[in-house]
């Protein structure tokens, strides 16, 4: 039997449009709208498309977006300098720049530099501390969406084996902390993996999270999984395409008929990312503005 398809993008829809509405009434009791500043350092087309996606929920959301693009050879001293004075902005509530970023900028340096409580996308030191030990914090955006999918999918997760593919700092290590509080027996794949294939046909739960197109192949799953696919790959144009296809880390059509339930890419967990990154950037402002943020947010 085919899967259910999760459907990321209405679910990212309905998120936005609560948050919308929680805007309004921040707007309302702080006088002001919540802002998130967005730096782009280059000239990269993919990241350009994703801050312009971002600027436009920003906006549909009664929110501020603060676009600030700057040039490919920028000095790491001149986006130090744009980071502190955002730090600095009352007017700005949430602070994201856009990795990766160019090789001679370092991006650790530039995270650390972000005021912690303006670390929307959850990457300081002090938020992946907090995440790690179990405190209140900014949880990464795309782990966060992940969690919210399988929320509503499967409820409690308690006892569950989950198999996380891929262990970066921004998706696989915050995913498989957020699982494991959730009560889930977590596994965590990488390139070191020995038998990929029978780790992933244990686990209840897959989430891949490699950047390999269709890697995760239907005979690696085990019958009735719920399969959430971070990965976004191009592929090579097609005869007639001029760009080719976006494809996920799993081989999505014959995955979908051995799983029970997987997000397609497109319209699967990258909606979800933005549309947490405006609840982040939401409960940053309402922190800020030293106001209770609703239940629910
Ligand atoms: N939907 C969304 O909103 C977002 C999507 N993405 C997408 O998610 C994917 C992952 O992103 P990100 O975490 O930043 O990527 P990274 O490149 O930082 O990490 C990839 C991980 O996959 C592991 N890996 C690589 N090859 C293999 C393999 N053959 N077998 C098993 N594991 C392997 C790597 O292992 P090792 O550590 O050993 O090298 C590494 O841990 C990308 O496609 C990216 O575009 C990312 C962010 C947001
Ligand atoms: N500081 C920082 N924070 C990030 O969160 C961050 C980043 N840098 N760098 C790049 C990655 C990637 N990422 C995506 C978010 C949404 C979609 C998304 O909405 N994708 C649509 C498709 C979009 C399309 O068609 O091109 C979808 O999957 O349906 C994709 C990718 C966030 N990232």
Not at 45 to 67: C, D, H, L
Not at 150 to 161: I, Q, T
Not at 239 to 259: K, N, Q
Request: some cysteine; charged content about 20%.
């Amino acid at each position: 039997m085919a899967a259910d398809r999760i459907d990321g993008k209405a679910f990212a829809e309905g998120l936005r449009t609560r948050v919308g509405g929680w805007a309004s009434d921040f707007e309302g009791a702080a006088g002001r709208k919540a802002g998130l500043a967005v730096v782009l350092v280059g000239e990269d087309p993919a990241s350009q498309v994703y801050v312009r996606s971002k600027g436009k929920a920003v906006a549909a959301a009664n929110m501020n977006g603060f676009e600030h693009h700057l040039p490919a050879d920028t000095s790491q001293e001149d986006l130090l300098a744009l980071v502190e004075r955002l730090n600095a902005d009352d007017a700005v509530d949430g602070i994201l720049v856009q990795l990766p970023l160019p090789d001679h900028l370092d991006d650790q340096a530039v995270i650390a530099a972000i005021d912690p409580d303006k670390d929307v996308d959850g990457f300081h030191v002090a938020n992946a501390g907090r995440l790690a030990v179990g405190q209140t914090g900014f949880v990464p955006c795309t782990p966060l969406g992940c969690m919210m999918l399988l929320a509503d999918r499967l409820g409690d997760l308690s006892g569950l084996e989950a198999v996380v593919i891929g262990r970066s700092n921004i998706v696989g290590k915050p995913m498989a902390q957020l699982l494991l509080d959730a009560n889930a027996t977590v596994t965590i794949a990488h390139s070191r993996t020995k038998d990929l294939p029978s780790v992933v046909r244990r686990a209840d739960i897959v989430v891949a999270a490699v950047g390999r197109a269709e890697m995760i192949k239907a005979d690696w799953l085990k019958p009735g999984a719920t399969v959430i696919d971070v990965g976004i790959n191009r592929l090579p144009p097609a005869d007639g395409e001029e760009r080719g296809r976006l494809v996920g880390d799993v081989d999505y059509g014959p995955a979908s008929e051995i799983a029970s339930a997987i997000t397609p890419v497109p319209g699967g967990v990258g909606p979800m990312t933005i549309a947490v990154l405006l609840r982040n950037t939401l409960v940053a402002a309402y922190a800020h503005a030293g106001l209770d943020a609703p239940e629910g947010l």
